[in-house]
């Protein structure tokens, strides 16, 4: 008896240990309830562009792979397996063939198999026999040739060329795989997966419900019964809710640092954390193909004008950071240093000398204190959105441009950015988890999200050519090449990084905010409630 004794003591100690003092005891049940900021307009992970339904319904799937849910980064090392058991690539780095799990279960039933799979990417690919009407994944995969399968349990992608990273498309968030027999228009309003909870039902601007898959190929999860998210999109309505317990975590990414003051005056017990944005940057849309903005001299004027720093201290009380296209260092893995990237045009300290030289190309256009530039800015109807945006235009002032905002709902704003349906936007966007997408899909000749028109051929071959290589130190040299020639090119201009806070009630279990994606750790199967 007393031998027994010691070796469950043995075992707490031990336990104790790993998790920093007190022994895990994770409880099944009870409703998790996650604030949302927006409505999506439809939930369909694959189809248009979609950050609200990406972030709420991948609890409904799973992918192939997929990145470790409480790593902080997204890395090539932090990939573990999902729906499939294991992969191997060939020789030459050009396929990688996947195993896949026996036994897992559609939510209505149906067997998994390697055709869904097939069938996913073939919808990406644009070779169903069904489309998605906005096809914006697409140019994630301008690489894969096509993917076959051996049996109902073996599935291969072949590519055109080899491509390290290419694990980094399969495991990210948005990449959930499809059922083949269920239409991407049901998708839409009634997605069906195989992950840890399934789709209850969906109110535009009042909630999203998901309920626990009983199911579930992972015993014993999840811990949840389910999922409710209250659209709020009012933040200091919404902090007021999760500070009175209406809610338990408020949505991801979201608070500001005075609204996070408000959550730590109201409610020290909360857990807050501060993180970058998931890689989000605040971006300058610029259309290339309108008169006058046809012109590359106005163009670099509009980049000159930018005081990057100003938009830190105004909007995120100094909590943001400076980078170029790629998320900067240490959280981002392939940014530019800091000593690097102050080299860029605009980028200097000197934010006087920029706009002295900015009016003085304006001035050679034709335009002075006397003859302004109107232009209309349009962004998105989120609070980051607008307020940047008005921020925007104070600085463009000093530089003879006069700016009306134009605000527009997120259910009309991506589909009429996608149309090129604007004259100078503020913008803010992620790539995704790895250089190849956010190169590809911003800056590719033709590219579904290169909305300003940007193209140039040498650097769609400087983007190739960092996506086949497999050293890290020759990559960056090669990626921070392109960030120069981005720069000098004025595509795109990158104003800012934002850092923004989530706070969750402690007795939420769980949670991890990346540092490099706001998309990557939403499966919550192992989340659990302490109370």
């Known amino acids: 008896m007393i031998r027994v ?31 949302v900021w927006d409505s999506p307009p439809n939930l369909s992970m694959l189809e248009g562009i979609n950050p609200l339904a990406s972030r709420t319904m991948m609890p409904v799937f799973n992918n192939l792979v997929m990145l470790d849910q409480h790593a902080k980064q997204s890395r090539l090392d932090a990939i573990v ?30 067997p998994f198999t390697a055709n869904d799979v097939k069938c996913t990417w073939d919808l990406i690919l644009d070779e169903a026999p069904e489309r998605f009407r906005q096809n914006v994944r697409k140019s994630w995969y301008k690489n894969l040739e096509q993917v076959t399968t051996n049996g109902d349990y073996e599935v291969t992608f072949q590519l055109k060329r080899p491509q390290p990273a290419f694990l980094m498309l399969i ?13 991407p228009a049901q998708m839409r309003q009634h997605p069906v997966g195989t992950g840890p909870f399934m789709f209850v039902e969906f109110k535009p601007n009042e909630s999203i419900k998901l309920t626990r898959n009983p199911d579930y190929w992972k015993p014993g999860l999840p811990y949840l019964d389910g999922i409710e998210f209250p659209i709020i999109k009012n933040m200091s309505t919404a902090v007021l809710a999760f500070v009175s317990g209406k809610f338990d975590m408020i949505w991801p990414y979201s608070l500001t640092a005075p609204l996070l003051k408000d959550v730590q005056t109201q409610m020290p017990q909360a857990i807050c954390e501060m993180t970058p944005n998931g890689g989000i940057s605040g971006q300058l849309l610029i259309t290339r193909d309108k008169p006058p903005f046809d012109n590359l001299e106005l163009r670099r004027a509009m980049a000159l004008s930018l005081d990057r720093k100003a938009f830190i201290d105004i909007l995120d ?18 940014g530019m240093p800091p000593e690097q990237l102050k080299e860029l045009p605009g980028y200097g300290p000197d934010v006087e000398k920029n706009r002295a030289q900015a009016r003085q190309i304006m001035q050679k256009l034709g335009y002075g204190s006397d003859k302004h530039l109107p232009i209309k800015v349009s962004t998105r109807d989120l ?23 134009e ?12 149309r090129k349906d604007f004259t100078l936007a503020l913008n803010f966007s992620t790539g995704g988890p790895d250089a190849d997408p956010t190169l590809d899909q911003f800056f590719g000749c033709g590219s579904s999200q290169n909305w300003d028109g940007y193209c140039n051929q040498e650097i769609d071959k400087m983007i190739e050519l960092q996506s086949m290589e497999g050293n890290a130190a020759r990559r960056k040299q090669i990626l921070w090449a392109i960030e120069r020639k981005l720069a000098e090119d004025v595509a795109r201009p990158i104003i800012f990084y ?12 769980g949670p991890t905010m990346m540092v490099d994606s706001l998309f990557n750790s939403n499966r919550r199967e192992d989340w659990w409630l302490d109370k």
């Open 81 to 110: 397996p999902d729906l499939a058991t294991r992969w191997a690539w060939n020789e030459d780095g050009t396929a990688v063939t996947f195993w896949l799990r026996h036994g897992v279960k559609w939510h209505d039933g149906r």
């Open 383 to 405: 609070p980051p959105f607008r307020n940047a945006a008005v921020l925007l235009i104070d600085q463009m002032k000093q530089i003879y441009i006069d700016g009306e905002l």
């Open 498 to 509: 934002d850092r923004f806070a989530t706070c969750w009630q402690p007795f939420v279990k």
């Open 407 to 418: 605000i527009i709902d997120t259910s009309l704003y991506y589909p009429k950015m996608l």
């Open 171 to 183: 495991a990210s968030g948005p990449s959930p795989i499809y059922p083949c027999h269920v239409s």
């Open 5 to 35: 004794i010691r070796r469950v003591a043995a075992a707490t100690a031990l336990a104790l240990v790993l998790t920093g003092g007190t022994a895990a005891a994770e409880k099944a049940g009870g409703i998790l309830r996650v604030h």
């Open 317 to 334: 009380q100094g909590h943001g950071d400076i980078g170029g296209v790629l998320q900067p260092p240490p959280e981002g893995l392939w």
